[in-house]
C-alpha cells in the first residue's frame, strides 16, 4: 500500500522560506511521478510542481516558476519541496500525491491523474 507522509509546513513570514518533505513508502517509486498540489480555503486544489521518479524531469505551475523548487532523493524515497519568497497567496495546504508515469501522461497540473494522496502540510505566511 503505498503512504505519502507530508512534512515540514508552518507559519513564516512572507518572503521567507519552507522545506517541504514528502516521505513515500509502500512500492518502489522509479516509473512514477511525484506531485504537489495546494488548496486555500474556499478555492479549488490546484497543481504546484511535479517530479518524474526516474528522470527528474520537472514541471511547475507559472505562479511558483522560479521560486519553489520540487526535487527528490531516491536513496530516502523522499521529494522535496523548497519554496523561497513566499507570498501570502502560497497560504493553503499543501499535498504530496503520486502515480504511474503511464497513467498521468501530459495531464500532470490535474489532480484527477493521481492516485496516490498524502494527508497534507499547513503552510502560512503572515505579514
Known amino acids: 500500500q503505498v503512504q505519502l507522509v507530508e512534512s515540514g509546513g508552518g507559519l513564516v513570514q512572507a518572503g521567507g522560506s519552507l522545506r517541504l518533505s514528502c516521505a513515500a513508502s509502500?512500492?518502489?517509486?522509479?516509473?512514477?511521478?511525484m506531485g504537489w498540489f495546494r488548496q486555500a480555503p474556499g478555492k479549488d486544489r490546484e497543481f504546484v510542481a511535479a517530479i518524474t521518479w526516474s528522470a527528474g524531469n520537472t514541471y511547475y505551475a507559472n505562479s511558483v516558476k522560479g521560486r519553489f523548487t520540487i526535487s527528490r532523493d531516491n536513496a530516502k524515497n523522499t521529494v522535496y519541496l523548497q519554496m523561497n519568497s513566499l507570498k501570502f497567496e502560497d497560504a493553503a495546504v499543501y499535498y504530496c500525491?503520486?502515480?504511474?508515469?503511464?497513467?498521468?501522461?501530459?495531464?500532470?497540473?490535474?489532480?484527477?491523474?493521481?492516485?496516490?494522496w498524502g494527508q497534507g502540510t499547513q503552510v502560512t505566511v503572515s505579514s
Open positions: 500525491t503520486a502515480s504511474w508515469v503511464g497513467r498521468v501522461g501530459g495531464i500532470y497540473y490535474s489532480d484527477r491523474a493521481y492516485d496516490y
Open positions: 509502500g512500492r518502489t517509486f522509479s516509473g512514477y511521478i
